[in-house]
Structures are given as C-alpha cells and as structure tokens.
C-alpha cells in the first residue's frame, strides 16, 4: 500500500517561492522513516534537515517537488483563494504520485473541507487532512523537510546578491531590504509578494 505525505513551506514569507513538497512509500517502509529520526522540520537544524533529504529521497519510492511563484500567490490573495492555490497544488503532488492514501498538512481552518478539495481536484483520490500533520505523521514530516529545504536552498541563493534576512515580516533586516529596494527602483523585485499587508504598506508610504 502505497502512502503520500504532502506539506508546505513558505507560506507566510512576504517574499520567495511557497514550496509544496510530496512523498510516496510502501506502508511497511514507514519505520525506515522513524528510524532516519525523521521529524517535523521546524523541529530540526538546517544541517540536519540537509542530511536528511538526501537520506529521504534514498528511501522513499517517489517524490515531487512543486515551487509556486510569487506572482502567482499575488494572484490568488487577489482572489482571496490561496488556500485554494495550495488544494491545486497538493492535488497535483497527488496526481503525480499517484498513492493508495494520502495524509496532507491542512491550511485550512477546516481540515475535512481542505481534503475533500483536494480529492476533487485529484480525480477523487483518498484524502487525510490534518492540522499539525507534519508533527503526527512521519510521511508529512518526511515532506515537510523535503520542503524546507527546498525553500531555504531558494532564499540562499537570492542572498548571493541581497541582504534579505530571513523573508518573513517579523524580520526588521527583510523590512529594510524590501523598503530600500522600492525607494531605489519604484518597483517590486520579482521575488517579493506584493500582495502582502507589510508589502503594501511599504508602497504606501514611500
């Protein structure tokens, strides 16, 4: 029996892509997972969570990786619907993989509802949604590390020419990198969601 686990990463940055990342194994390997010490990947150092995407790619049977641009989550915020971006995207995870069952991390504040969204979009495949699943099942924590990497092997590469701290709001080094950028340039870089309450700000005011 063939298991997926799907989580993000990035969903709350104001800038870089939102990662949404999918694994698939036969049931009985799961303890494989357990034994690698596979874990939330909040809950780990990002050397750790290194080594253990590698060791998890070895493992599982299949994986997908999907990037998801920030103009395209522009567009969805526009449209009120970037949970429903998030379904679409899962789905599709799902329909590459192809999987007996699936367990996702919901971002939704309806966890039933954000599964059976995703069923439909996936031609009705079996659906377990959850919150906090990347701490409950060790299929999305695998995921949840494939993702976080993924997005931080991203955000390292844009530092190569900015300092942009960390991309969340919270962080007064990407408010001041965002805010110098649009006084110097009048515009957005390309990887900055300008959608964003903090984003919007920053345009009002300068």
């Known amino acids: 029996m063939q298991i997926c686990g799907i989580d993000d990463a990035g969903r709350g940055p104001m800038l870089g892509p939102m990662i949404i990342a999918g694994i698939s194994l036969d049931k009985k390997n799961l303890k494989k997972l357990n034994a690698l010490g596979v874990k939330d990947s909040k809950k780990l150092t990002p050397k750790l969570r290194e080594h253990l995407y590698k060791k998890i790619?070895?493992?599982?049977?299949?994986?997908?990786?999907?990037?998801?641009?920030?103009?395209?989550?522009?567009?969805?915020v526009k449209k009120h619907c970037l949970n429903g971006l998030e379904a679409k995207y899962m789905a599709k995870v799902v329909s590459k993989l192809n999987p007996d069952v699936s367990y996702v991390d919901s971002c939704d504040v309806n966890p039933t509802r954000f599964g059976k969204e995703i069923s439909k979009l996936s031609d009705n495949h079996k659906i377990k949604s959850y919150h906090r699943a990347d701490s409950r099942f060790v299929v999305v924590s695998a995921a949840s590390i494939l993702a976080k990497v993924t997005r931080d092997r991203a955000i390292t590469k844009l530092k190569k020419d900015h300092n942009l701290g960390s991309g969340y709001p919270s962080d007064s080094v990407t408010v001041k990198f965002v805010t110098k950028y649009y006084k110097k340039n009048h515009e957005m870089p390309n990887f900055v969601r300008k959608s964003w309450k903090p984003v919007q700000r920053i345009i009002e005011n300068n």
């Open 57 to 76: 790619i070895e493992i599982v049977d299949d994986y997908y990786i999907a990037k998801i641009s920030p103009r395209s989550i522009d567009a969805s």
